[in-house]
């Protein structure tokens, strides 16, 4: 008897991009299997070739900017890439679905999500099958907390977690027989994280569907995948069951990125140390407005009764869920919103301060952002974005002096100084975020407060970031205030610790102290999230 062909069979699958006139090859003779109800991962740095890959499995590249794939995706034994467009519309979103990275880049932020969910259905369903009482069962079925509340909300209104829901619930409303997932919990929480994986592989065993998994996090490959695919400059380099390669990395560049994750603890924190910053009893409120005359009938604590100090040469990590008051936090403490309660800098009191008598401290106060894309100006070269903060201080340097500052910052920061003259979209995510921390360190700052600085990178760029931070603040004796969900980084950076949930601070410590015994049920579920897999993953990089 003749067995059945597998559902996705990928063959020497070729894609090119046109680049400066030329051809640039993207994905190199790209050949795998995906049988019904398994779950592959495609994973590999930024640039490997993977969300192409998967793109090109439903037809989804950009056209002319790609040549035309060479090779064959065969969809149950018919090729996708001859398919009628027709065909196609019949294969997207019915047999074939996507989850992006970004939910709320994919979701239209001008429809409810009921009207969402239901164009979806009418589509390849009729209008008929698109009722209520489907679209509620579909949100029960992803987790959302009394679904029939949410069919009138907006994006907005949703947390992340939630709008990640929304989309696999779209993706899943025509029962496909593919679900591919791209980067779909890069930027979410470590605890609905593995919400949205242990979903994700619940729904998989009961629809008994496959699922092509794109991400450069192992950890997420351990929890999720029956086999592994390593891509590294569009080439396949290692392939095989999850658990083989894990435990057997065959290829350097496998062996390289299973190690890559941030190492080491950080060294106690010196108590004699002067304290550069520090608040006391910080809240951040924010009213909430409603009616006519918008009375004022509640607030939302963002901030609620938060002590601290950072000495220097020292890194306080700030940890807990998004919405907890993380990055309010930080704002409030370089005075980038109004808050109450005493804040003071280098021992002087700066919570009364206006913005004229703040101007002259923001040259040693400064902030590195999460993503390094949206915080650079794509108009302005390497060279005035790491200039600018001199300029703006009034510092009576001329553009000679300004040049070998903004050079000697990039040096610092491990980048060719020659680069100046380049734009952001010409460095890849790292080095954007290493251009962010030299226009950071170009005004010699003594307090700098890092918000997510390593969240949107791969994981051997995370290292590398944490590396650099780490030597930064040996040379200069630079104070840190880390906000981050990855736990794995804080660990590595962090001699203190504060956990944060709803504006309140559930526990702190010695981070030392804190990793080795947490004392709230919190902090512990944060923890089991975030650490479910070290000692096994551990066991892989020592081999």
């Given amino acids: 008897m003749k067995a059945d062909p597998p559902l996705i069979d990928v063959r020497d699958l070729s894609i090119a991009f046109a680049q400066g006139g030329e051809r640039k090859t993207v994905v190199d003779r790209v050949s795998f299997r995906l049988e019904k109800g398994k779950a592959l991962a495609l994973v590999g740095e930024s640039g ?36 009628t467009d027709a065909e196609l519309r019949a294969v997207r979103g019915g047999n074939v679905t996507m989850v992006f990275q970004e939910p709320m880049t994919s979701l239209n932020p001008l429809h409810t999500i009921e009207r969402q969910i239901s164009e979806i259905i009418a589509l390849h369903e009729g209008r008929a099958a698109a009722t209520k009482k489907r679209i509620v069962e579909l949100l029960a079925e992803v987790g959302i907390v009394d679904p029939g509340e949410r069919l009138g909300a907006y994006p907005h209104q949703l947390s992340g977690g939630q709008r990640q829901r929304v989309m696999i619930a779209m993706a899943l409303a025509n029962r496909p027989d593919l679900l591919i997932a791209d980067e779909p919990t890069t930027a979410l929480d470590v605890t609905v994280q593995a919400q949205i994986l242990k979903l994700l592989k619940d729904l998989q065993t009961k629809l008994g569907m496959a699922m092509l998994f794109i991400t450069h996090d192992l950890n997420v490959v351990r929890r999720i995948a029956d086999e592994v695919i390593v891509m590294q400059r569009g080439e396949i380099v290692e392939a095989g069951r999850m658990a083989e390669v894990f435990a057997n990395p065959q290829h350097p560049y496998t062996q390289a990125l299973l190690a890559a994750e941030p190492k080491g603890e950080a060294p106690p924190g010196d108590t004699s140390a002067p304290t550069i910053a520090s608040a006391e009893n910080l809240k951040v409120w924010f009213p909430i407005k409603r ?26 990590g700030v940890v807990g869920e998004s919405g907890s008051g993380k990055t309010t936090l930080g704002h409030a403490m370089l005075r980038l919103i109004r808050s109450e309660g005493p804040i003071a800098y280098c021992g002087r009191p700066i919570d009364g301060l206006n913005s004229k008598a703040m101007r002259p401290l923001r040259r040693e106060m400064q902030i590195v952002f999460q993503d390094p894309f949206g915080s650079l100006s794509p108009r302005m070269s390497v060279a005035e974005i790491v200039e600018e903060g001199l300029i703006a201080q009034g510092t009576k340097l001329n553009a000679a002096e300004r040049r070998r500052i903004a050079e000697q910052a990039l040096a610092d920061t491990g980048l060719d100084p020659s680069t100046l003259d380049r734009y952001p979209h010409e460095f890849s995510g790292g080095q954007r975020q290493r251009i962010a921390i030299a226009r950071a360190m170009a005004l010699d700052p003594k307090f700098v407060v890092l918000d997510e600085p390593t969240s949107a990178l791969d994981m051997s760029i995370q290292a590398q970031i944490v ?32 956990v944060m949930r709803r504006g309140k601070v559930v526990e702190s410590g010695e981070a030392k102290a804190v990793f080795a015994a947490p004392q709230s049920d919190y902090t512990r579920a944060l923890f089991a999230a975030a650490f479910s897999n070290e000692a096994t993953l551990s066991g892989v990089v020592s081999q």
């Avoid at 650099?468 to 200069?476: A, C, E, H």
């Fill in 48 to 83: 490997s070739g993977k969300s192409v890959t998967a793109q090109a499995i439903v037809r989804l590249l950009p056209q002319p900017a790609a040549s035309y794939p060479t090779g064959e995706i065969l969809f149950r034994g018919r090729d996708v890439l001859r398919m």
């Fill in 291 to 316: 009616g006519l005359f918008r009375r004022t009938v509640g607030y939302v604590k963002a901030v609620d009764g938060v002590t601290l100090s950072v000495r220097e040469g020292q890194t306080v």
């Fill in 467 to 498: 590396d650099l931070l780490r030597d930064l603040q040996k040379r200069r004796k630079l104070a840190y205030l880390f906000i981050s969900h990855d736990l794995k980084v804080v660990r590595a950076l962090a001699s203190e610790i504060i």
